[in-house]
């Protein structure tokens, strides 16, 4: 019997809420609310575009030419964005993950990550997607170093928001004060600067327009529990994200180069910048027998 490409779909139903896991990448294919999506989704026959749903392990966005110095170790990992020259987006993202349990609301995926010449680390990866009927999506993203040595570590999540409608029309806030500007190829051109006065601040909910953006943010403003909060408005709906205090860092991308331009909203939570296995900036030195942490979630406004 013929499978889909993306492997097993884990579908998911709490109350108004449902999402679809697929075993390739342990990706959020979709997730509903009221059967209006929450998030752009795509077919369970085709390879996710633009790195929908996608988890990003263990780094999230760019190395730049996949050049790193670890533990006094050169590493060079292969380029997956050769037209920038540059190793993007970890290394599981189309990986085979096995599910561990799977319960009408929730999945628990697992994938061994061994060495390769250019990340000699063995990590043992979790990812657990629970719907609850009120709330609605809660990921937990967990590694453990399983290996001898020390590991360089980072994660992000790629889901797209969406309210149905062009995003031009809608508002965005985001509580961030900062932002880093990169250069032609994506990679940081300096420290983060203030975004007051400048196209990136989202901190007042400013109706998108013809802004692009394709910026990491950090400064991040957090309510009393230390979660960060993205809205995406529409007219008549709204959409948030939120991610715990492991997530220093926000990707926002207004999808311009998405096979549909501007139909949702990159919003990821990440651990550390771009290019930190170079930089040193926010990576975690993961010990043998360590495990670090981290939650996000998308739910109806």
């Known amino acids: ?76 990992l292969d380029l997956s964005e050769p037209a920038r020259d540059n190793a993007i987006h970890g290394l599981v993202r189309f990986a085979p993950w096995t599910a561990a349990e799977h319960e009408p609301d929730r999945v628990r995926l697992t994938y061994r990550l061994l060495g390769t010449a ?17 709330e609605g999506l809660h990921v937990r993203m967990s590694a453990r170093n399983a290996g001898t040595l020390t590991a360089p570590y980072g994660h992000g999540a790629h889901p797209y928001l969406t309210v149905g409608e062009p995003i031009d029309a809608c508002a965005v806030t985001l509580g961030a004060d900062r932002y880093q500007p990169v250069d032609e190829r994506m990679i940081p051109s300096g420290p983060s600067l203030d975004v007051t006065g400048t ?44 991610a715990d205090e492991a997530h220093p860092w926000m990707m926002i991308f207004t999808a311009d ?28 030195d993961l010990e043998p027998g360590a495990r670090f942490d981290g939650t996000w979630g998308i739910h109806a406004s």
């Open 199 to 242: 196209p990136y601040d989202l901190r007042k909910g400013p109706v998108l327009s013809d802004r692009r953006i394709d910026t990491a943010f950090t400064g991040l403003n957090r309510d009393g529990s230390g979660r960060v909060r993205v809205t995406l408005a529409g007219a008549d709906r709204a959409v948030r994200l939120w």
């Open 1 to 76: 019997m013929s499978e889909s490409i993306t492997g097993e779909q884990y579908a998911l139903s709490a109350g108004p809420y449902q999402a679809v896991i697929t075993e390739s990448g342990a990706s959020l294919r979709e997730l509903t609310h009221e059967g209006r999506p929450l998030v752009l989704s795509h077919g369970a026959d085709e390879p996710a575009p633009a790195a929908f749903g996608h988890l990003l392990v263990p780094w999230p966005n760019r190395i730049d030419r996949g050049r790193y110095t670890y533990g006094g170790t050169e590493h060079q």
């Open 257 to 284: 180069t998405t096979p549909d331009p501007r139909r949702g909203l990159g919003v990821e939570p990440m651990t550390c910048p771009p290019n930190a296995f170079a930089s040193g900036e926010g990576v975690v």
């Open 118 to 134: 250019g990340y000699p680390f063995r990590l043992d990866l979790e990812a657990e997607y629970t719907l609850d009927a009120a």
